[in-house]
């Protein structure tokens, strides 16, 4: 299987539930806050519930971020490749969200784009790109020394 293939289905299947698990504890600290009567029980489902959904507007710039993350999968070294990563997940997630969110260019909007698509994005878009890294190709493989001895 191609690297582009691993990243798309990698990052496809973990950076939409990793971007909704800091949503959601975003919006839970922001509700204890404003409403510090809340019971968490009524929080933990809600988070899943998130999760579930953060498939249908994450999918997509999830699957495009790691067809991008696969292709350049073999020079992912070091925490800049990360954040380079995170970044682009942060634009697709912009622009996708923008396309389905946005009626006009109004600051208070945008400003809720950017925190409902655009942080989400950069954190698990550099969680997962830290995650898909690949192993080094100087490790030494046990079966191959026990058939050749």
Known sequence: MSDVLKGMLFFVVLAPP???LLFS???AIASLVASPSIELLYL???TFSSALFSYLLGGIPALITGAIAGGFRRSLNGRAAYVAIGAVACILSLAFGSVTLLRSFEWPEVRTLFL???G??????????ALFRKKP???VNPDALTRAG
Do not use: D
Request: aromatic share 16%; no cysteine; glycine share 12%.
């Open 44 to 46: 933990l489902p809600a």
């Open 25 to 27: 504890f975003v919006l």
């Open 18 to 20: 990793i971007g909704s």
């Open 120 to 129: 989400p994005a950069f954190f698990s878009g550099t969680v997962t790109a």
């Open 116 to 118: 409902m698509f655009g």
């Open 137 to 139: 190709n100087n490790s």
